[in-house]
Structures are given as C-alpha cells and as structure tokens.
C-alpha cells in the first residue's frame, strides 16, 4: 500500500493562507501525489497533482520537496467552503490503471474559522 | 450535466439482508468506479469496469459482494447477505478516460447501516 502521514486536524482564520502537510517517504520515482477533499456528505473532489515541480491552479498550489518524501498543499486564502478533510495520496503514473486497495488514509480536518 | 447519482442516498437494514445500491454514471463516461469508505480503512477501491464490463474486482472484500453494470447508464453494487461490517459510505465515481484518479467524479455515496 502507498502510505501517508497527514496530521488529523488544523484550524485556519478565514481570508488567511493554509499549508497543509503531507509525508509520503515510501514514494517511488514514477508515482505522482494528488491531493483531493471531501467536503461533509459528499464525495471526494479531486485538487491537484504532481510530480516533481510544484504546481498551481485555480484551487490550490503544491509544493513538492527535492526529495519527494514530503509536499505541502497550499490554499492561499481559506474560506468556509474550504472546510473539509484534506486526502494525500501517490500512484502510479496515470497512464498506469493499476489501482492500490487502500488510497485514502484518514487525511486531515481543516476547520475554517470565520 | 447531474454529475453521478446514486441511490439510496441512505439504507438501513438487517444483517442477513440483501442489499443493493444503484450508480448512475455521467453521460459519455465509459469508466465505474465502486469505492466503500469506512473510519478504519478509509476509501477502498472495490472494483472498476470499463465500456460495462468489469476490469478489476480484487478490491471487492468476499463472495457477498457483487457489481453488475447492464449498460453505459447503469450499475448496481449488491451485497448478500448484508452484515453489520459491511456497514460504511459507498461512492460510486465515473471517468471519461482511463488514467489516474483526477479524471473521477464521485457520486454523492450512500450511507449503509447494517444492524
């Protein structure tokens, strides 16, 4: 299984940015790290991805460490509908639909504050 | 476009039950997904099929399980019989191409409860 450590919970202020972090040290070289969340009583949505460079787009940016074992999901300015739990996950490459069992851990609760 | 829709939105039943939940996949999507989401386990591939027919199913937990999809707009995933482990979210998602999971869009899950 691909393993990651996310921390349970984190508390942001509304209009403030929000660093959410994600280790990842069993990744190997062609798998890429997504990132997707689940607002309450719905399915996951998927955010972002990457492999190597960090990444932007209108939702959110990753940043990706040198070594890969770690990335950071960034939301630039947090608002309340941003409140929802955080998944990160790495696969293979997408060309590859080999599917692990168990994608997503218990990821991390992000509670906006107003 | 509706996005996926699942049905029930809610269940519950007894052990030894049977149990069916129904997807409907986006128009045009030729990939299924069945997911179960659980606190312990977390979101588990349970089978996927391609063009209605079934690719994977090592995900799929026991005999009890079963999923079918008759045609492009249509899926079931049935467990029989039901037991109160089975008891967790089911997401049914859909994707025009193969590939990684940024190309999923998940239904809203139906929630089992197995006394």
């Known amino acids: 299984d691909a393993k990651t450590t996310q921390p349970n919970s984190m508390e942001s202020n509304e209009e403030e940015p929000v660093h959410l972090p994600c280790n990842h040290s069993?990744?190997?070289?062609?798998?890429?790290i997504h990132w997707y969340r689940q607002l309450p009583s719905q399915g996951p949505e998927y955010v972002i991805h990457?492999?190597?460079s960090n990444v932007n787009n209108r939702m959110a940016s990753l940043a990706i460490a040198e070594d890969r074992k770690s990335s950071t999901l960034i939301l630039h300015r947090a608002t309340l509908r941003d409140a929802a739990v955080y998944y990160c996950?790495?696969?293979?490459?997408?060309?590859?639909?080999?599917?692990?069992?168990?994608?997503f851990g218990p990821g991390t609760s992000l509670s906006v504050i107003p | 476009d509706a996005g996926v829709i699942q049905s029930p939105r809610h269940e519950v039943t007894e052990m030894g039950q049977e149990v069916t939940l129904r997807c409907k996949p986006i128009s045009g999507h030729d990939y299924l997904f069945w997911y179960r989401q659980t606190m312990m386990r977390g979101l588990e591939l349970l089978i996927y099929?391609?063009?209605?027919?079934?690719?994977?199913d090592s995900g799929m937990p026991e005999d009890r399980f079963s999923a079918k999809m008759p045609n492009a707009s249509f899926s079931t995933l049935k467990i029989q019989p039901s037991e109160p482990r089975d008891s967790a979210v089911y997401f049914c998602?859909?994707?025009?191409?193969?590939?990684?999971?940024?190309?999923?869009?998940f239904g809203p899950g139906t929630r089992l409860l197995v006394l």
């Open positions: 996950i790495h696969y293979k490459a997408p060309e590859k639909t080999s599917y692990d069992k168990v994608i």
């Open positions: 990457g492999l190597t």
């Open positions: 069993t990744i190997s070289g062609t798998d890429y």
């Open positions: 998602a859909s994707s025009l191409m193969a590939g990684g999971f940024e190309t999923q869009y």
């Open positions: 099929f391609n063009n209605n027919v079934p690719i994977d």
